[in-house]
């Protein structure tokens, strides 16, 4: 079992940042992929960022390439969320979810492979 909890969300004005973090807590972190997603008020839960047992890959949505950065300290069984340049769009519920493998270098990107789930930290950006 693998309790995660999200931390760092808050209001901020369009152009600002923000660094969301997730501690996990429970089996051993290293063992596992981490992603990051995001679900607004009225819509579906998407994918944000996605990293791989040691930080070695990572994958973005398009929607935030450039802006976001997707990192991990596994001796501090955290993942985290650096975002910049942030724009009202970004406004969403934000989760952090986990999924043991023997895959070294996989990462994620459909909630769907996700076995453990946070239970948010709210990103409200205001124009």
């Known amino acids: 079992q693998v309790q995660l909890a999200e931390s760092g969300g808050g209001s901020v004005q369009a152009g600002g940042s923000l660094r969301l973090s997730c501690a996990a807590s429970g089996r051993t972190f290293s063992n596992s992929a981490m992603g990051w997603f995001r679900q607004a008020p009225g819509k579906e839960r998407e994918f944000v960022a996605a990293?791989?047992?040691?930080?070695?890959?990572?994958d973005y949505a398009d929607s935030v390439k450039g802006r976001f950065t997707i990192s991990r300290d596994n001796a501090r069984n955290t993942v985290y969320l650096q975002m910049e340049s942030l724009m009202p769009e970004d406004t969403a519920k934000y989760y952090c979810?986990?999924?043991?493998?023997?895959?070294?270098?996989?990462?994620?990107?459909?909630?769907?492979?996700?076995?453990?789930w946070g239970q948010g930290t709210q990103v409200t950006v205001s124009s």
């Open positions: 990293i791989s047992r040691y930080g070695t890959n990572t």
């Open positions: 979810a986990a999924r043991e493998t023997f895959n070294s270098g996989a990462y994620y990107s459909h909630s769907n492979s996700y076995t453990y």
